[in-house]
């Protein structure tokens, strides 16, 4: 009986649980806007950077800014986000480097 225990829990819930169907909603135009106008598709992207140098050394919040500052901004100058992160991967060796990082979001 009990080994058949997950069984019958996981067929109880499908009658506890009723099968809802996926909804999708689609934004309509108002009655204001140009009917001929072409719908434009945002486009948005981001970049990954890890804060630890080569040497192991990490990368201070103003040598941060400035690489933004300097780097960043003028070729995204609609603007764009940076969010803090704790990033990770697999390096040559298959050894898992975790390290502090940013992403940068922004509008293309």
Known sequence: MK???PIIFLASLLFIFPIISPTITRAQLSKTADASAKPTTPIKDELYFGLTKPGGEMISESEWQEFVNVVITPHFREGLTVLNADG???????????????IVLFDL
Do not use: M, R
């Not at 990770?88 to 940013?102: A, C, M």
């Open 88 to 102: 990770q991967f697999l390096n040559s060796s298959g050894i898992l480097i975790q390290e502090k990082s940013k």
């Open 3 to 5: 080994k058949n225990l």
